[in-house]
């Protein structure tokens, strides 16, 4: 039976699901040249000496191409159109936060407005609730099928959040740093705790939280997806949540009506974290 359930589990994607890397990450996929090759410069000032025989002409009156030539002449080597530095990384962006911020609905929305990004989607126990679509929101499965999905070692972390399985499938993150593409991970509290400790500082964990307390129960009373009781849970969980902030590298407030705001803010470290002098350079 265990051999079973082992050689029936050698795929990260079990048949019933759509594979995710059938359908693209980037809509016009940039790969990012992410060999480290030396930089070519031309020859230290020092041992250059200029042929007295090449005059640079004048600034005012010669011609681009002839100027340029004759400073390549005279410092001894071509101009290189090699990039100075070399291409930024993939990236992993850990998004986090208590529930109820809204972070599905800013993920929804960086996935629509920014590219060579991939949402890696999480494997889960709970239900579906309405609207969300399996293998595009989260893989919903079986408690017996995320166990062995454990068991397999297929997680690059789980966890048991509200009695409901959630875990970020390792290969999918794999495959798609790989191809070039940023990926998203979508995890609670405790997971970024998990993935920090397995991550490290190699990826950048962004905290996204509402403007209060208020707005934020606003908005999981106004979802009407949880019971009377789970709404007790959630929001006396997200009380000591938000105390989690210092162990994230950004935090985004995403405020009533102002989701663009917040998604703008994502984008922004995105790009910051690209022209970073040094890279995190996650491995997975
Ligand atoms: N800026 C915003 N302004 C108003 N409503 C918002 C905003 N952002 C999200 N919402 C709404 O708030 C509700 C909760 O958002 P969402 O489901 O994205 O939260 P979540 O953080 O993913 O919650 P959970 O962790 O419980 O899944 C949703 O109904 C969503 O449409």
Redesign the pocket.
Same mark, same amino acid.
């Given at each position: 039976m265990f051999r079973r359930l082992l050689s029936s589990s050698t795929s990260l994607f079990p048949l019933r699901f759509p594979n995710p890397l059938s359908y693209p990450c980037p809509k016009n996929i940039f790969l990012p040249n992410i060999s480290y090759a030396p930089l070519r410069l031309s020859s230290p000032m020092s041992q250059m000496s200029r042929p007295p025989s090449v005059p640079i002409p004048s600034v005012d009156k010669a011609d681009r191409a002839e100027l340029v030539r004759a400073l390549e002449t005279s410092l001894g080597s071509a101009f290189s159109s090699e990039p100075i530095t070399p291409s930024p990384g993939p990236l992993i962006v850990v998004i986090s =936060?208590?529930?109820?911020?809204?972070?599905?609905?800013?993920i929804?929305r960086l996935r629509e407005v920014r590219q060579n990004l991939h949402f890696v989607v999480t494997a889960t126990s709970r239900a579906r609730r309405p609207g969300e679509v399996d293998g595009e929101d989260y893989y919903f499965v079986s408690k017996e099928e995320f166990l062995r999905m454990v068991q397999n070692d297929e997680l690059l972390e789980y966890a048991l959040v509200y009695g409901e399985y959630k875990g970020i499938p390792r290969r999918q993150v794999r495959e798609y740093m790989a191809r070039g593409c940023d990926v998203v991970l979508?995890v609670?509290i405790q997971g970024a705790r998990t993935l920090r400790r397995i991550l490290g500082n190699s990826a950048v964990f962004v905290f996204?939280m509402a403007e209060s307390e208020a707005a934020m129960v606003e908005?999981?009373v106004?979802?009407r997806t949880e019971s009377r009781e789970e709404l007790l849970v959630?929001i006396a969980t997200a009380r000591e949540e938000v105390t989690h902030v210092r162990n994230f590298d950004y935090v985004v407030v995403?405020?009533? =009506?102002?989701?663009e705001r917040?998604v703008r803010l994502v984008e922004a470290i995105i790009d910051a974290e690209k022209a970073k002098v040094r890279q995190r350079g996650a491995v997975i």
């Open positions: =936060g208590p529930s109820g911020v809204g972070k599905d609905a800013v929804k979508r609670d996204v908005r999981l106004e979802r959630r995403n405020r009533d =009506g102002e989701l917040a």
